[in-house]
């Protein structure tokens, strides 16, 4: 069974850093692409990073210069870094496996908070 | 990265079919076949019904079906049922390595 589970989710002030951690298992962590997506509460989805099986790592405009995605595949860890945060970011972040481009499994999310 | 446009809500009643509709531009859904389609019921995550346009995963309905046209795809839902009621959002990959959601359909069973 397919489980992915986040977690580093937090209060943190406007303009501080926090580090997202998601663990997998139940599947080969090395040959997918992961995203990371998050949900501000009571919105949308939106759509933030992706990191490919070969390392190669993309970002949404709203978070590109302050966001870096990153994976472990020995620990089967995928990461996110987060700096100069801003109230915007205030969401639940889930850390998503890729199926053909599709988001095809969720963990439950974390939540962030950015607020002073 | 401009959002795809969904219409806020859409209502059916039991056993009847339901479409959203999801738009968005030449760049995205125009161009390429990777449309998806996911559930979202009050907090819960979401779950994946229907990727590249049409195709559905193991273990999902299908009484869940997708199309597209030129630049707007569709998600239908057939014999609709109670536990149908949730969010829906639709996702495009935009050619640049970024994927983009839709704004969220709330469908409601009457």
């Avoid at chain 1, 997506?37 to 790592?57: C, H, M, N, Y």
């Avoid at chain 1, 210069?65 to 990461?79: D, E, P």
């Avoid at chain 2, 809500?9 to 449309?35: E, H, K, L, M, W």
Wanted: hydrophobic share 35%; glycine share 12%; aromatic share 10%.
């Amino acid at each position: 069974e397919v489980q992915l589970v986040e977690s580093g989710g937090d209060l943190v002030q406007p303009g501080g850093s926090l580090i997202l951690s998601c663990a997998v298992s139940g599947f080969t962590f090395d040959d997918y692409d992961m995203h990371w997506v998050r949900q501000s509460l009571g919105k949308g989805l939106e759509w933030v990073s992706v990191i490919g099986a070969t390392f190669d790592t993309y970002y949404a405009d709203s978070v590109k210069g302050r966001f870096t995605v990153s994976r472990k595949n020995a620990k089967k860890t995928l990461y996110l870094h987060m700096n100069n945060l801003k109230a915007g970011d205030t969401a639940v972040y889930y850390c998503v496996k890729d199926l053909e481009g599709a988001l095809e499994s969720w963990g439950q999310g974390t939540l962030v908070t950015v607020s002073s | 990265q401009s959002a795809l446009t969904q219409p806020a809500s859409v209502s059916g009643s039991p056993g009847q079919s339901i479409t959203i509709s999801c738009t968005g531009a030449n760049g995205d859904i125009g161009r390429y076949n990777f449309v998806s389609w996911y559930q979202q019921h009050p907090g819960k995550a979401p779950k994946l019904l229907i990727y590249n346009v049409n195709s559905r995963p193991s273990g999902i309905s299908d009484r869940f079906s997708g199309s597209k046209s030129g630049n707007t795809a569709s998600l239908a839902v057939s014999g609709l049922r109670a536990e149908d009621e949730a969010d829906y959002y639709c996702v495009s990959y935009t050619g640049t390595n970024t994927w983009v959601f839709g704004g969220g359909t709330k469908l409601t069973v009457l």
